[in-house]
């Protein structure tokens, strides 16, 4: 059975950081996974933030996150983290972790619809 559990939420003041951390179990990430970390804020939708190939290859869903978050792999642990510094209230929400396997370079990285597992997700909150 295929899982993906997320770590490393928590509450934080503006321009502190956290490091979240989504560890697979039943498979191993470098067989030609992609992993994603999304998040939901309250009342909107689910939005990609930054995506990782598993040959290394990044793609941040948006400007929002460019110079703030980054994304790495450690594939020995099966695990895939989301630096997150300079963090403010925008970034509350929700963050999930989710795969999906390819074995091709795909456009459009952190398009959602291109993930087949989930993580339950787990909780930031920035606060003043």
């Known amino acids: 059975q295929f899982q993906l559990v997320e770590s490393g939420g928590g509450l934080v003041q503006p321009v502190g950081s956290l490091r979240l951390s989504c560890t697979a179990s039943g498979l191993s990430l470098d067989y030609y996974y992609t992993i994603g970390w999304f998040r939901q804020a309250p009342g909107k939708e689910r939005e990609g933030v930054s995506c990782i190939s598993y040959s290394g290859s990044i793609t941040n869903a948006g400007d929002s996150v460019t110079g703030r978050f980054t994304i790495s792999r450690d594939n020995a642990e099966n695990t895939v983290y989301l630096q997150m510094n300079n963090l403010n209230p925008e970034d509350t929400g929700v963050y999930y972790c989710?795969?999906?396997?390819?074995?091709?370079?795909?456009?459009?990285?952190?398009?959602?619809?291109?993930?087949?597992?989930w993580g339950q997700g787990t909780q930031v909150t920035v606060y003043s």
């Open positions: 989710a795969a999906f396997r390819t074995m091709s370079p795909v456009q459009s990285m952190c398009n959602r619809s291109f993930y087949i597992y």
